[in-house]
Every structure is written in structure tokens, then in C-alpha cells.
DNA sequence: TTATTATATTAGCAAGTGGTGATTTATCTA
DNA sequence: TAGATAAATCACCACTTGCTAATATAATAA
């Protein structure tokens, strides 16, 4: 067996410490279905608009998410596609019904706010 | 779009708080090829006895890993077969040239600061 | 201009987490 | 039996993290 490389334990484990705690995993959650601006976000996870702020701060500065300022609004989007893929797996084992249903249902409608 | 509950959120939250420290992963990295003493954890992940143990406990006690007396040596095994997946998952993530299945798109560069 | 709204930043504190070293428990062997 | 070995537990301390409240910044509206 090969042993795993000790940068790459330390890189997975910021990765997962980054996306573990419970309001950006919800942010995350929510941002799979695409854009929302804070305070879509404020709204969808119940977090304070300054603790809420603080994590999309800290999730930007490691590069999981990005944003766009448009007019007073500020948008958030998955920046990368692993983050999205490791979320969508944790979805999958945690709710595993939501997603057997996201793959039969139609396209949901109200999602996608972006333009 | 449906909302994940909140109770989802919290249950996923903490298993990823539980694998997410440095040594619990290289740990459990080790242990997705089977089972392995303590001693044996000791020197593949370069921890301390002491702190070793506490890792493996609070494993342990989360459900995720069982663990079984042969002699004097206690022997470790994942024991929830959803936590294998996950760090599978990472795996293939961060590590895809040790994955059968390498995923090719997907790029560990998640860490990239912005200013 | 001034006021209002949306978001970000800062400071300070409380709570949680992790590490070390000492001790304890359990098992094995001479 | 005594001594050695493997692992677990405990006590203590340092460090990190997260939250709140207050303030700052930036865009828009009146």
C-alpha cells in the first residue's frame, strides 16, 4: 500500500475544516443550486448578517467560493468544482432522497438568479 | 428547490468536523485498506501514543470506527461504511494518481488566496 | 446633499479543540 | 509473582474558532 503524502493530508484537511462548520455548509447546500446574494443566503441559513459575512469571507479567501457585486447586492457562487463535488457527496450520504429526487425531477425553476 | 433540515446539516457537519483534523484522516486514509493496531497507527501517522489514542477514541465514540482486543494490541477498522465513501471521495480528490478510477478533471488546487 | 440599504470589517470575549506528560489499566512473559 | 509492553485516561495549558455588537464602506434613493 502507499502511504498518503503528509501535504496532501494537510491540504484535504483544511479543505474539509473549511467547508465543516454548520453555516457554510449550508451556504454551500444551498449554493449547489447556483447564485444567491447574502442576504438570499441570510435568509435560506438563519445566520446573522455579520457572522454570515465572516464565512463567506473566510470561504472566499480559500478560494471555495467567489462573488460579484451587482448594484447594492453582493453574489456568491461555488468557486470550485471539487468543493461542489465533495458537498454533493456528503448530500448524497446525508440525504440521500433529496438526491435520487433532484436527478428524476425537472429543472427547479426559482433557482438560478443569476442576469 | 427544497432546504436541507437543519438536523442534516448538523449530523454531516459533525462527521465532517470528525475526519477533518490532520491525524483522524490520516488515520482513516490508512485504515480505508483494512484493519491495523494502534502501534501500527502510531508509525504510519507519526502522532503520539497519548494523542493517537485520543483521536481513535473520539472516533471511536462517533461511530466511525469499531475496535477489537487481539492480545495486547487493540486493532481499529472504519466501522461506518459512509465515512470509507467519503474519504474515498477526498481521495480521489486530492490524491487521483492513487485512485483506480482517477478522476481527471478533478484539480486539488483548491487553496489559491486572493488579495 | 442627506438618508437608506446591503455588505464588510473590527474588537473583544467565551467556548471549543488539540497537544504533552504523567498516570492507570490490562495483558503478556520470565 | 514481578516486570514489561500496549493502550487508555487524566490534568493542564495554549491556541483557535466563532459569535455579538459596533462601526465602516459603498451604492442607491429622495
Given at each position: 500500500?502507499q502511504?498518503?503524502?503528509?501535504?496532501k493530508?494537510?491540504?484535504a484537511s483544511?479543505g474539509?475544516?473549511?467547508?465543516?462548520?454548520e453555516v457554510?455548509?449550508?451556504?454551500l447546500?444551498?449554493?449547489?443550486?447556483?447564485?444567491?446574494?447574502v442576504?438570499?443566503l441570510?435568509?435560506a441559513?438563519g445566520?446573522?448578517?455579520s457572522?454570515?459575512?465572516?464565512h463567506?469571507?473566510k470561504?472566499?479567501?480559500l478560494?471555495?467560493?467567489?462573488?460579484e457585486?451587482?448594484?447594492q447586492?453582493?453574489?456568491?457562487?461555488?468557486?470550485?468544482?471539487?468543493?461542489?463535488?465533495?458537498?454533493?457527496?456528503?448530500?448524497s450520504?446525508?440525504?440521500?432522497?433529496?438526491?435520487?429526487q433532484a436527478l428524476?425531477d425537472?429543472?427547479?425553476?426559482?433557482?438560478l438568479?443569476?442576469?
Amino acid at each position: 500500500m502507499q502511504s498518503i503524502p503528509q501535504e496532501k493530508i494537510s491540504a484535504a484537511s483544511e479543505g474539509l475544516r473549511a467547508i465543516a462548520h454548520e453555516v457554510r455548509l449550508s451556504v454551500l447546500c444551498h449554493l449547489l443550486n447556483g447564485t444567491m446574494c447574502v442576504a438570499e443566503l441570510m435568509e435560506a441559513t438563519g445566520a446573522s448578517q455579520s457572522n454570515l459575512s465572516q464565512h463567506l469571507t473566510k470561504m472566499r479567501l480559500l478560494g471555495i467560493v467567489k462573488n460579484e457585486k451587482r448594484g447594492q447586492q453582493v453574489y456568491y457562487h461555488i468557486a470550485n468544482p471539487a468543493f461542489a463535488e465533495l458537498v454533493q457527496a456528503l448530500k448524497s450520504i446525508y440525504c440521500p432522497e433529496m438526491c435520487e429526487q433532484a436527478l428524476v425531477d425537472a429543472e427547479p425553476t426559482i433557482l438560478l438568479k443569476e442576469h
